[in-house]
């Protein structure tokens, strides 16, 4: 079964910096295409970014609306991955999901919650 | 950046109903669009990729259709459970999702 659990989320203060993981099992992790999308009242869906296999040396692609504050890398001896988020602005302030992309966002985590504020 | 804009925003249907929800792009998206479902406090979930094609799973009430920049999910005979927001999403250029519409039961 696909298991995709998301962790690290809470609230932090406008230009903090924090770090979201996102563990999995079920598949082959290598040789996935993985993504973090969000979601918030304001904005409804919004996809973030998305990190490619070693095989594409790990290609990554971002939303403007994060390029250059946040990094999404992936350790596939832990099977998970990572978004690093820095700058954080209060328009940030949404649920996380991890998700694994095969035909489409196949599969989802639950989400975690980043709140940013004051 | 393409926009997406579904319509109705809220639809009230009955048991039995066809249901036609609308996905328009502001640009042609050459049918690379999906569509995903989201019950309350979950996660969504896939249920159309491509335009037309049914995710595993999925009940074959369900069904997707269109071209250049006009999309449609259909609900051939609606039940309890389709009650959700429904999602269209589009990759062709740029990656966005529509605001959704929700779908209640009359």
């Known amino acids: 079964e696909v298991q995709l659990m998301e962790t690290g989320g809470g609230l932090v203060q406008p230009g903090k910096s924090l770090k979201l993981t996102c563990a999995t099992s079920?598949?082959?992790?290598?040789?996935?295409?993985m993504n973090w999308v969000r979601q918030s009242p304001e904005k409804g869906l919004e996809w973030i970014a998305r990190?490619?296999?070693?095989?594409?040396?790990?290609?990554?692609e971002y939303a403007e609306s994060v390029k250059g504050r946040f990094t999404i890398s992936r350790d596939d001896s832990k099977s998970s991955i990572y978004l690093q988020m820095n700058s954080l602005k209060e328009e940030d302030t949404a649920t996380y999901y991890c998700?694994?992309?095969?035909?489409?966002?196949?599969?989802w985590g639950q989400g975690v919650m980043v709140t940013v504020s004051s | 950046d393409i926009q997406m804009t579904q319509s109705p925003p809220v639809l009230s249907a009955s048991v039995g109903d066809r249901v036609t929800l609308s996905c328009k792009a502001s640009?042609?998206?050459?049918?690379?669009l999906d569509w995903y479902q989201q019950k309350h406090g979950e996660a969504p979930k896939l249920l159309i990729y491509y335009t037309n094609n049914l995710q595993t799973g999925i009940p074959s009430r369900f069904s997707g259709s269109g071209s250049g920049t006009d999309y449609t999910l259909t609900i051939s005979s609606l039940q309890p459970e389709d009650v959700a927001t429904y999602y269209c999403y589009q990759y062709n250029s740029g990656y966005t999702f529509g605001a959704g519409t929700k779908l209640e039961l009359k």
């Open positions: 640009q042609n998206i050459n049918k690379n």
């Open positions: 998700t694994m992309e095969v035909l489409g966002f196949d599969y």
């Open positions: 990190i490619k296999p070693k095989s594409t040396n790990y290609a990554t």
């Open positions: 079920g598949f082959t992790f290598s040789t996935a295409w």
